[in-house]
């Protein structure tokens, strides 16, 4: 089982639809998760973090953590075109370790 | 500087020879990260510093690779050796806080492509 694990997709919505964007962890001692954003041929950029159990939302982004699931989810309302990239999942403390575990990230293609 | 910056942007090398990839961090970040990229996948980790030190380097794939960070400040990723698999996007990051501890906030540089031939 990887680590932090996410579909690769492509996944596609259409122009204001909302994106959900899926991700499972493996070390249920993992207490915070992040989103990146990755833009082809560019470097990572941080969408959101959480910590608690719940919803955190920031503008059109929703982030949901389950940690009895080991779950964490994005949401994006009324996607945009300018939204298409790839949404990496991160996890902190996975087996210990002290710095970010990636997943290996869901391309997202919102369509106009 | 005004972000994390890495040299060289591009690499092509020979299998068996050996490289070093460069990174200067943000200004007054004290910890400094090494993942890198292949083709479509997502970020692997190599190593973390805090300082000068690295306290955590579990994600080195062999003893091919080292790194080192010198005054607290530029970084340099040493691969000896090189192989083929050894080619992707290396990438550092630095962050102002200890252990991506607080919003987790990295801020990358844009990569060194490497191609082993």
């Known amino acids: 089982q990887k680590e932090v694990e996410q579909n690769s997709g492509p996944l596609s919505v259409p122009e204001g639809a909302i994106a959900s964007l899926n991700c499972t962890y493996s070390?249920?001692?993992?207490?915070?998760f992040f989103w990146y954003r990755q833009y082809s041929g560019k470097s990572p950029e941080l969408i959101m973090f959480?910590?608690?159990?719940g919803d955190k939302e920031d503008g059109r982004f929703t982030a949901q953590l389950n940690k009895a699931s080991q779950y964490v989810s994005l949401l994006i309302r009324d996607s945009q075109p300018s939204d298409s990239a790839t949404y990496l999942c991160?996890?902190?403390?996975?087996?210990?370790?002290?710095?970010?575990?990636f997943g290996s990230g869901t391309r997202l293609q919102v369509q106009p | 500087g005004a972000g994390v910056s890495q040299s060289p942007s591009n690499k092509v090398t020979e299998k068996g020879k050996d490289v070093e990839l460069r990174c200067d961090p943000i200004?007054?970040?004290?910890?400094l990260y090494w993942y890198r990229q292949s083709l479509g996948q997502g970020l692997e980790f190599l190593i973390y510093?805090?300082?000068?030190?690295?306290?955590?380097k579990s994600g080195l794939p062999s003893d091919r690779f080292s790194a080192e960070r010198t005054g607290g400040s530029v970084s340099t990723l040493t691969i000896q050796r090189t192989q083929q698999e050894d080619s992707a996007v290396y990438l550092c990051?630095?962050?102002?806080?200890?252990?991506?501890?607080?919003?987790?906030?990295?801020?990358f540089g844009e990569g060194s492509r490497l191609t082993v031939l």
């Open positions: 990051a630095s962050s102002s806080t200890q252990g991506a501890q607080g919003t987790g906030e990295l801020f």
């Open positions: 070390d249920r001692g993992s207490q915070s």
């Open positions: 959480i910590y608690s159990n």
């Open positions: 991160a996890a902190l403390g996975i087996t210990g370790r002290r710095a970010l575990t």
């Open positions: 200004s007054g970040h004290t910890a």
């Open positions: 510093f805090q300082g000068n030190s690295a306290p955590d």
